[in-house]
């Protein structure tokens, strides 16, 4: 994918690009490919394949909701930044949280940061389930891309998400995955809104996005720790 097919599909997804969002996302790919020279960021370097599986695929989240009229964004293990900061540069209303338990990415996503002259984003060096025990229904979306199985990343992300508001995943193919995990649904108060699977342009690999709202104030013993979420999965 060169710039300018990104720019057409973006385009497709209802999102509009400036010269200095371009810019912008062309300096982060540059320190991207820099820094995974030090530490293990991303398997995937070349331009045109961090335009489509990274900048591109964090961006079809506006597939399942308009990001213009979304205010509070949590990213949850973001890694390398994705989707949330390349959320950040296309939707600049959004006010952005990201949250990594590798400090040497939470090094690169501050210098990222700092690199862009971003506003209204901060990242979070922390395990996800001990962040969200401290930030309950705190954001309108909380999204994670690749994290974990389902029922898994729910019991970390629901909790802060504010009450109507919406965990929206980023996956692969996990029909199987959402069949298991009814009892995560019920325990978590929440409920599967919509299902959007489609394929990445030019390569055509299987995305779905989920758009899962919140119904109800989650229970306060969850998030569970770590040991017993991994142990006993709900």
Same mark, same amino acid.
């Not at 922390?126 to 979306?141: L, M, P």
């Given at each position: ?42 398997? %995937? ?33 973001? #890694?390398? #930044? ?62 994670? /891309? ?18 109507? #508001?919406?965990? %929206? ?37 299987? /995305?779905?996005?989920?758009? %899962? ?10 998030? /569970? ?6 142990? /006993?999965?709900?």
């Amino acid at each position: 994918m060169d710039q300018n097919k990104f720019i057409e599909e973006l385009k497709k997804i209802n999102v509009t690009i400036t010269q200095k969002q371009m810019d912008q996302l062309n300096k982060y790919y540059e320190l991207l490919k820099e820094w995974n020279e030090k530490i293990n960021l991303t398997a %995937i370097t070349e331009y045109d394949q961090v335009l489509l599986k990274h900048f591109y695929d964090s961006a079809t989240m506006n597939k399942v909701t308009d990001l213009t009229k979304v205010n509070t964004l949590c990213d949850i293990g973001t #890694g390398a #930044g994705f989707p949330g900061m390349v959320l950040k540069i296309l939707f600049p209303n959004l006010k952005v949280t990201l949250v990594d338990a590798l400090q040497k990415r939470v090094k690169f996503l501050n210098e990222i940061i700092s690199r862009l002259e971003l506003n209204d984003i901060e990242v979070y060096h922390a395990r996800a389930e001990e962040y969200a025990k401290n930030h309950r229904e705190k954001y309108d979306i909380v999204t994670a /891309r690749a994290v974990a199985r389902l029922n898994i990343i729910m019991e970390y992300t629901i909790p802060m998400v504010k009450l109507n #508001g919406y965990f %929206i995943p980023l996956k692969g193919n996990i029909s199987e995955e959402i069949n298991s995990s009814n009892d995560a649904f019920e325990k978590l108060s929440c409920q599967l809104e919509n299902v959007l699977e489609f394929q990445l342009p030019i390569e055509k690999s299987n /995305r779905t996005i989920l758009k %899962i709202k919140k119904t109800k104030p989650t229970s306060l013993k969850y998030p /569970r720790s770590y040991a017993e979420i991994k142990k /006993r999965p709900l």
